[in-house]
């Protein structure tokens, strides 16, 4: 009886949460655009640029990384002794 109950009470308040996310106006791209400042906000964005430090098979290496708005991107990975050079053009 006690699981019964506990399972009524659990259903009782997940079914009005999910359905107050189902059930909002925006999508989950609008809602993420309004949390980093609106679309114009990121329509303002001419690249990106990424640097992280990356690990293959034991051994660490970096990697970087260009986006532009035009569809450019550059990608430079270094592991050890090995290097690699990706350019690359949207059409």
């Known amino acids: 009886m006690f699981r019964k109950h506990r399972i009524r009470k659990i259903v009782l308040v997940a079914i009005p949460l999910f359905a ?5 106006g925006d999508s989950a791209i609008d ?3 309004n949390a980093v400042g609106g ?3 990121i329509s303002a964005i001419k690249s ?3 640097e992280g430090t990356i ?5 660490q290496g970096t990697i970087k990384v260009w986006h532009t708005a035009d569809g ?3 990608k430079e990975e ?3 002794t090995y290097s690699l050079i990706g350019n690359l053009r949207r059409r």
């Open 20 to 24: 107050s996310v189902a059930f909002a």
């Open 31 to 33: 809602r993420w655009a």
């Open 39 to 41: 679309r114009e906000r």
């Open 48 to 50: 990106i640029y990424r």
């Open 55 to 59: 690990e293959y098979a034991g051994t």
């Open 72 to 74: 450019k991107y550059r």
């Open 78 to 80: 270094r592991i050890a």
